[in-house]
């Protein structure tokens, strides 16, 4: 190998002992967040549902208010329009796709509104009686800590991103108790990167708000499980588990996209929607009380066969009909905890007629199925399962499962439950990752050896007749030193024509070293230093003390690694036949 090559796997410019740094703080700080997100909900609980200041942990579906629970959700829907109009919108929605939203189009910038707004409104609707999850709005509030601490540093948006997602699955991590999976929801959903400047802090983050989450709320699983290993026979039940998974998170998506396409046709302003929403909710309430609230005490029920199947067929549909309601009405609160309970409620009503293992294990198979499916997530949604229950008998199925759920998701959605709402304010995001072809090539592999040069003592006269006529070859050529072939410059027709014809082409340069590439490069880094200095093309040197000219990259040349990849995705070849007996081979020639 060259003694000179300086490629690495990773790049090792960045700065990740600053960020990581950050990021543990972010972390910390996060996990109190999250911390006073729950007590602020059960203090809004206790307010609205039993009139007494408390942050004691009760349950809305204790109260005792009689027809009255239906005002209940639509005063905390009002509060909630109040506080997003006069105080800030972004406080609107489920919290991930506004997370996304400002990582991938706002350069990774939140606004202290956001960080205070948010929790309070969302403390407010989950404690009034939404349907919804705190892990949506603590992924937003987190990352608006972890995006104002980075604006606060000489940081990159790249490097702030990093610091918004640390923030976001730290508040996760501690709602949860699920460590690992967060940083999994990092990479399949929010990163959009796999590196290690962002990766390292993001799980730094995350191991802080795990070894912090015990001093402040409790340890342990949230939904602590133990279910027997299924049999090879019950792989059959996880195909048809995840089929049915994935067309429950297609009907839900859709579902909640009409509903919201049809709050948008009332004649009355955005603001009052929540309160409609709530009316839903309260309606919903007052028939099914434990559809009310984050409902972790019903998942627990579900996941642990505590409900008969008539309980579990009218809750699953109040809840479902008042969270599709509620949210698509503009209310701030999460999807997470609302998926879970109906995912594991299909699984408790299918479980005892599905082969091939025990009933038990189904609810948490269909509740991680649900939420792969849902939000695109495959891996994160296993092990999420797992850190919620700390059952290890369940993982085979729920990985093959949540695999066929999200199959058929991308089979049959466009765009998921997140990336529908930021699609609807014009964005596109793609979700397929890959190694970037400019990365995966270096500049010696694609560009033009043996350029054609002019000598720095050349008269430019003589230059100009030669190389830049009616029909030049190429629009610049290097200028080297006829001696050691060291690079002085670059000529276009623009500068010879700017100076008189008696000089010399070397006289026309300084002695800066203009703008160059080395051949150990990536592709991509020399495309963006093009694309920053608006350049065509740039010399190639052998490195930087000698300045030595090897050759030219241009923008054409940075095509070619594009047709490597077409051959990869796109041409499809036999490259070995199966042969049988008796086959004659084919004659040669």
Known sequence: MNKHDTRRDFDGKSRLLLLTSIAAVVGALSTVTADLLLHAIRFFTNLFFFQKFSTAITSPAENTLGAWVIVV???????????ARYGSEAIRGHGIPEAIEAILFKKSTMSPKVAVLKPLASGIAIGSGGPFGAEGPIIMTGGAVGS????????????????????????????????????????????????????????????????????????????????????????????????????????????LYKVEDGFHKLPIHWMWWPALGGLAVGIGGYLQPRALGVGYDVIADLLNNHLAATAIASLLL?????????????????????????????????????????PAVWPLVFMAATLGGMMRAPVMAV?????????????????????????????????????EKIARRGH????????????????????????HTIAHDALLADVVSTHFHDKPRHRAYPVV???????????????????????????LFGV????????????????????????????VVADMQSRRLIGIISHSDLVKPALGLHTEELERQTVRRVRFFGERRADVG
Not at 73 to 83: A, R
Not at 233 to 249: D, F, P, R, T, Y
Not at 389 to 415: E, K, Q, S
Request: charged share 10%; glycine share 10%; proline share 7%.
């Open 481 to 507: 030193r006829s001696d050691t072939g060291a690079l002085v410059g670059m000529l276009d027709r623009e500068g010879a024509a700017s100076c008189p014809g008696a000089v010399r082409v070397g006289d």
């Open 428 to 451: 596109h995001i793609y979700r397929e990752y890959g190694i970037d072809p400019l990365e995966r090539h270096s500049v010696a592999e694609v560009m033009t050896h043996a350029p």
């Open 318 to 358: 109040v809840k479902a009909v008042i969270w599709l309601l509620a949210l698509g009405s503009g209310t701030s609160g999460g999807v997470l905890a609302p998926l879970l309970m109906l995912g594991a409620g299909l699984g408790a009503l299918l479980g005892p007629y599905l082969p091939g293992g025990e």
């Open 512 to 539: 800066n070293l203009p703008l160059v590439a080395l051949a150990d490069e990536t592709c991509r880094a020399v495309a963006t230093r093009l694309a920053v200095h608006g350049a065509g093309r740039l010399p």
């Open 73 to 83: 959700p639509v005063l905390g829907g009002l509060i909630v329009g109040l506080i």
């Open 148 to 255: 104002l601490i980075g604006q606060h540093f000489h940081l990159t948006a790249a490097e702030r991103k990093a610091l918004l997602v640390a923030g976001a699955t730290a508040g996760m991590t501690a709602v949860f108790a699920t460590p690992i999976a967060a940083v999994l929801l990092a990479v399949e959903l929010l990163l959009f990167e796999l590196r290690p400047r962002s990766l390292a802090p993001v799980a730094v983050a995350c191991a802080v708000a795990g070894f912090l989450r015990p001093l402040l709320i409790e340890s342990g699983p949230l939904f602590p499980l133990h279910t027997q290993a299924l049999p090879p026979s019950a792989l059959l039940s996880c195909l048809i588990a995840g089929v049915l998974c994935g067309m429950l998170a297609w009907l839900l998506s859709n579902a």
């Open 383 to 419: 092990v999420f399962a797992f850190e919620l229950t700390h059952d290890a008998n369940a993982l085979l199925p729920v990985l093959a499962t949540a695999t066929v759920a999200y199959a058929f998701t991308v089979i049959t959605m466009d765009r998921s439950i997140l990336t």
